[in-house]
């Protein structure tokens, strides 16, 4: 069973207030350098075969800062890139939420297309399709790390999870939090949501591996013993 865990960069200066995007020169402020490094310590403990990021600067320091102290080098995937949200880019989200669009985000995702920018959609599939493809790469007893963005987050865990994109604004990532899905070959199962505890993972046996049972891919009736 691969497991992947997911990672939202740390803390900028425009987190919050303005709709980032895929604005260049958009650095890690002070508290989110702080963020990464708390983030590298609580994960120190786990194995890593990949650290993976999006190309954007404020991921690839989050991940930088996980990857250095294990002499590993970041692996960068477009596919885990922000939401292209064209006209929104960079508008403060107090000025968002007033056009039209906002409650078709909020409400119906899977029918948003930002104004010369990518369906929320698209973000999903291409982020799935990357999950999917280093899920091979790393191999069914791989576990790696992807640092990118709330919206691709979010639309990796529904995923994971059978809901519906419209569903996806009933999960959260915050900064440098952590989500944990382990792929069997049945389903996944979600390990942890938007965690900010140290994270121990069990070793691969057929009594812990994620909730399953007999076949690997089966979910422990009453709950099992354990997954963390």
């Given at each position: 069973?691969?497991?992947?865990?997911l990672?939202?960069?740390g803390?900028?200066?425009?987190?919050?207030?303005?709709?980032?995007?895929?604005?260049?020169?958009?650095?890690?402020?002070e508290?989110?350098?702080?963020?990464?490094?708390?983030?590298?310590?609580?994960?120190?403990?786990?194995?890593?075969?990949?650290?993976?990021?999006?190309?954007?600067?404020?991921c690839?320091?989050?991940?930088?800062?996980?990857?250095?102290?294990?002499?590993?080098?970041?692996?960068?995937?477009?596919?885990?890139?922000?939401?292209?949200?064209g006209?929104?880019?960079?508008?403060?989200?107090?000025?968002?939420?007033?056009e039209?669009?906002?409650?078709?985000?909020?409400?119906h995702?899977?029918?948003?297309?930002?104004?010369?920018?990518?369906?929320?959609?698209?973000?999903?599939?291409?982020?799935?399709?990357?999950?999917?493809?280093?899920?091979?790469?790393?191999g069914?007893?791989?576990?790696?790390?992807?640092?990118?963005?709330?919206?691709?987050?979010?639309?990796?865990?529904?995923d994971?999870?059978?809901?519906?994109?419209?569903?996806?604004?009933?999960?959260?990532?915050?900064?440098a939090?952590?989500?944990?899905?382990?792929?069997?070959?049945?389903?996944?199962?979600?390990?942890?949501?938007?965690?900010?505890?140290?994270?121990?993972?069990?070793?691969?046996?057929?009594e812990?591996?994620?909730?399953?049972?007999?076949?690997?891919?089966?979910?422990?009736?009453g709950?099992?013993?354990?997954?963390t």
């Amino acid at each position: 069973m691969t497991t992947l865990l997911l990672a939202r960069h740390g803390l900028t200066a425009l987190t919050g207030p303005v709709l980032a995007g895929r604005t260049p020169g958009v650095h890690l402020s002070e508290e989110g350098r702080r963020q990464a490094g708390a983030l590298a310590g609580r994960i120190a403990g786990v194995r890593l075969d990949a650290v993976v990021s999006s190309p954007l600067e404020r991921c690839v320091e989050t991940a930088t800062a996980v990857a250095e102290g294990r002499g590993m080098a970041v692996k960068t995937d477009e596919r885990f890139v922000e939401c292209g949200y064209g006209g929104w880019t960079g508008r403060p989200l107090e000025e968002l939420a007033k056009e039209p669009l906002w409650r078709v985000v909020q409400a119906h995702p899977s029918a948003a297309v930002f104004p010369g920018g990518e369906p929320l959609a698209d973000v999903q599939h291409r982020a799935v399709a990357a999950v999917r493809e280093w899920n091979a790469r790393v191999g069914e007893k791989g576990v790696y790390l992807v640092c990118s963005h709330g919206d691709v987050i979010k639309a990796i865990v529904a995923d994971a999870l059978g809901l519906h994109l419209d569903q996806f604004q009933r999960i959260t990532a915050d900064p440098a939090a952590l989500t944990v899905i382990r792929y069997a070959p049945l389903r996944p199962f979600l390990l942890r949501l938007n965690d900010m505890g140290e994270l121990r993972l069990p070793e691969d046996s057929e009594e812990k591996d994620g909730g399953e049972n007999i076949t690997g891919s089966d979910a422990a009736v009453g709950g099992g013993p354990g997954t963390t």
